[in-house]
């Protein structure tokens, strides 16, 4: 079965650090994975997604993710964090032989001022 | 390009009566999917069609609730009988059949409350 684990309810930073939000998956096959940001009363946004090629994937708003496959991991990064990135941000994987996406409980991102 | 549309946005009903939830997906896209988002949590996929054919659903999705996508365009989301255990955001998703496409693209959502 496949399952995405996000240890982390909330993150903090300080705006202009670098931010890292957690993930880890588990699938039977070769996984396709996501992120997806969600704003307030919003609906799920797409980031970026990792099939197959460069472990590093880059996505929109200076977003990047790297996918570790003997760690199961694809952590969430960003260089130097903005007040507007705070929001709910979900990792998703879908197995290769599947269409349905199973995501994490979600990470809370809080950038200060 | 128009994205995802969902309607209504909100829907309070009590308990007991039906409620029918609509998605447009984004024109050119051939599969189409509900999710169910509780408080605190992520989406919980229901279901998925391609084009109109209904390909997978959810232990989730009871008896009580059915889909449809008449002819391959809108999708329909019936919940009979509600209970306050319905309360949730049902999102609406679709994507594109090609083998450079996987990402699901998602609607604003429809914010269902049972009292």
């Known amino acids: 079965a496949q399952s995405v684990a996000q240890p982390e309810d909330q993150v903090n930073v300080a705006e202009g650090n670098p931010l890292t939000v957690k993930c880890t998956y588990s699938v039977s096959g070769n996984p396709y994975l996501f992120w997806y940001v969600q704003y307030p009363n919003r609906g799920l946004q797409f980031l970026l997604k990792y099939i197959t090629g460069d472990n590093l994937v880059k996505g929109s708003y200076g977003f990047e993710a790297e996918f570790n496959k003997s760690q199961t991991s694809f952590h969430l990064k960003k260089p130097s964090a903005l007040v507007s990135d705070s929001a709910l941000y979900f990792c998703a994987v879908r197995d290769s032989g599947f269409q349905k996406l199973v995501f994490g409980t979600g990470t809370r991102l809080l950038v200060s001022p | 390009d128009t994205g995802v549309s969902q309607d209504p946005r909100h829907k309070i009903t009590k308990r007991g009566q039906n409620v029918t939830f609509r998605c447009d997906p984004i024109?050119?896209?051939?599969?189409l999917y509900w999710y169910r988002q509780t408080l605190g949590q992520g989406p919980e996929f229901l279901t998925y069609f391609q084009n109109e054919a209904q390909l997978e659903k959810s232990r989730l999705l009871s008896d009580r609730f059915s889909a449809e996508r008449p002819k391959g365009s809108f999708s329909t989301l019936e919940i009979q009988r509600t209970e306050q255990g319905d309360s949730a955001m049902y999102l609406c998703?679709?994507?594109?059949?090609?083998?450079?496409?996987?990402?699901?693209?998602f609607g604003p959502g429809t914010r269902l409350t049972v009292t």
């Open positions: 024109s050119e896209h051939n599969r």
């Open positions: 998703a679709s994507s594109l059949v090609t083998s450079a496409t996987y990402e699901q693209y």
